[in-house]
């Protein structure tokens, strides 16, 4: 059985909306609803066929448009390979040339609509961003509040609060203050014993791959309503973040280190060939920094994860 190649579009209004389209019910998984786009023709390069199908299908022309994810799904007849494109800019009014109902929904309340199962992790890419910021590991909790404080301001919205050499009462209140500063600006994540979850219900979780090992086989730990993450380095932690459910995961190391010198780097070309059979986002971590973000996208990377490229300068 030949995969489908299918392009598809998140695309973003000004407010920060994402327009999804309803399937026609004499369609394959017809009437639910799914992001704009169809299938790639033979000669087609992806973006030509995600600008054809939108102005068919939407009445726009893509302006600026750039790699968001690629996901490979096996229906029980039929297999799709899902290259997802974010668009930035377009012209024209969308609208449903062909008759398909529209929704302009924001990212966070994309999962009340019922989309086909290999559009579920557009779900969480098109909720996270592409900058994940890991707070080191050597700070007091004063500075990392600080830091926070600061990162926060710069517009960080995804932040992982990790202090591996903090005792836990000590990591626990400092969780309790970053949740209270992060709350309605940015997404937390925390790590630690799978058994704080409850004293912390808007925290997401990000797994050790210890952590990962050890539970993977259970399943998630908690709905999905729920951020959860793990840190991989290798093929086999990806394919237990899979059997896991996690929303995304963090790739490391791609380059050397200086706190992880004795990790042995992936490099480019293997984090880009691992990154190709993960069905949710990666970010790509270590070494790198800010700047190699077009380079991550590329390699089908949602962004960077990073501790002292991303931490902000403070007085």
């Not at 500075?143 to 995804?158: E, F, K």
């Not at 219900?201 to 729920?226: D, I, T």
């Not at 992936?266 to 077009?294: F, H, K, M, N, S």
Request: charged content about 20%; glycine content about 10%; hydrophobic content about 45%.
């Amino acid at each position: 059985m030949s995969r489908v190649h299918v392009a598809a579009a998140v695309i973003r209004g000004a407010d920060g909306r994402v327009l999804i389209a309803r399937r026609p019910l004499d369609r394959h998984q017809g009437g639910l609803w799914e992001f704009p786009g169809g299938k790639v023709e033979a000669g087609e390069t992806v973006r030509d066929a995600l600008s054809r199908e939108l102005e068919e299908e939407l009445g726009i022309t893509v302006i600026e448009a750039q790699p968001l994810i690629q996901i490979r799904h096996d229906y029980p007849n039929k297999q799709v390979l899902l290259d997802v494109w974010e668009v930035g800019a377009f012209t024209g009014e969308p609208h449903g040339a062909e008759g398909q109902p529209l929704a302009w929904v924001l990212p966070r309340r994309l999962s009340e609509y019922e989309f086909p199962a290999a559009n579920r992790p557009i779900l969480a890419a098109a909720c996270l961003p592409a900058e994940y910021l890991i707070t080191p590991a050597d700070l007091e909790p004063q500075a990392l509040l600080a830091g926070v404080r600061a990162a926060l301001d710069a517009g960080m919205r995804l932040i992982q609060l990790r202090a591996p050499g903090m005792f836990d009462a000590t990591y626990r209140d400092l969780a309790v203050d970053v949740q209270g500063l992060c709350a309605g600006r940015a997404q937390l994540m925390l790590k630690g014993p799978l058994e704080w979850l409850g004293d912390f219900p808007a925290a997401g979780w990000h797994l050790s791959a210890e952590q990962l090992r050890r539970y993977a086989s259970g399943g998630r730990p908690f709905p999905a309503q729920r951020w959860l993450a793990a840190s991989c380095h290798s093929a086999d932690e990806l394919a237990l973040a899979r059997e896991m459910g996690v929303d995304f995961v963090t790739l490391s190391p791609v380059q050397p280190t200086l706190s992880h010198p004795e990790a042995t780097p992936l490099g480019w070309e293997q984090a880009t060939r691992l990154i190709e059979d993960c069905p949710y986002p990666v970010y790509l971590l270590g070494g790198l920094l800010p700047e190699q973000l077009e380079r991550a996208r590329d390699a089908g990377a949602q962004g960077l994860a990073g501790i002292r490229g991303f931490w902000p300068a403070i007085g």
